[in-house]
Every structure is written in C-alpha cells, then in structure tokens.
C-alpha cells in the first residue's frame, strides 16, 4: 500500500507560480514511476506531467509544456510540480499518482495504482 499526500496548492494570480510536492510511504518509492494530473471543475482528470523511477525521463502535456516542471527526490520520498506562468485555466484540482506496477511511463489514469486526495490550485485572472 502506498499512502501520497499533496501540499502547496492555493489561490494566485495569472502569471504567478506555485510549488506542489507529494510526499509518499514506502522505502520502494525509489523503483516508482511519479506522475501528476489534473482535474479541472466540471472536467475529467487529465494528465500534467510524469517522471520516470530513476528521475532521467519526463513527459509533459502540451498545455503546460515550457511552463510546468517535474521533479523527484527520491531520498526523501517526494516528487514536486513546479509551476510557473499559471493561467486561469490551470484552476483545478491537483493529483498525485504513482505507478508501481510497470516501467512505461504511462500518460493515463488507468496506468497509475495509487493517488493522493488532491490539492486545490485556483488561477484568477
């Protein structure tokens, strides 16, 4: 079993940044893939950016491409969402995600076992 919690979300203005981090259990956090979605109101969950076990691959969505960036520490237990220039449209519930089961660093929900409750990230314009 796998516990993640998220912190670091709130309110910003267009253009501001915000750090998430996700804290995890598990001395097996080093083996896992780490990702973060999104879930905008009234929208499905959508995939933000994932980094590999080892912290060499990472994968963005094009909507937060150049502005968002994913990191991990894998000595702590952590994986961080570091996201600048934010837009209104960035307004959404955060989600941390992990992947124990598989190498592929997967851009889906269903390719991530376990997730954090979320954390509130609200952009005004």
């Known amino acids: 079993q796998v516990q993640l919690v998220e912190s670091g979300g709130g309110l910003v203005q267009t253009g501001g940044s915000l750090r998430l981090s996700c804290a995890a259990s598990g001395r097996a956090f080093a083996s896992y893939n780490m990702a973060w979605f999104r879930q905008p109101p009234g929208k499905e969950r959508e995939f933000v950016a994932a980094?590999?076990?080892?912290?060499?691959?990472?994968r963005y969505a094009d909507s937060v491409m150049g502005r968002f960036s994913i990191s991990r520490d894998n000595a702590v237990f952590t994986v961080n969402l570091l996201m600048n220039s934010l837009k209104p449209e960035d307004t959404a519930v955060y989600y941390c995600a992990a992947d124990v089961q598989t190498w592929l660093l997967g851009l889906r929900t269903s390719d991530y076992e376990y997730w954090g409750q979320g954390t509130q990230v609200t952009v005004s314009s």
């Open positions: 980094i590999r076990w080892s912290g060499r691959d990472t």
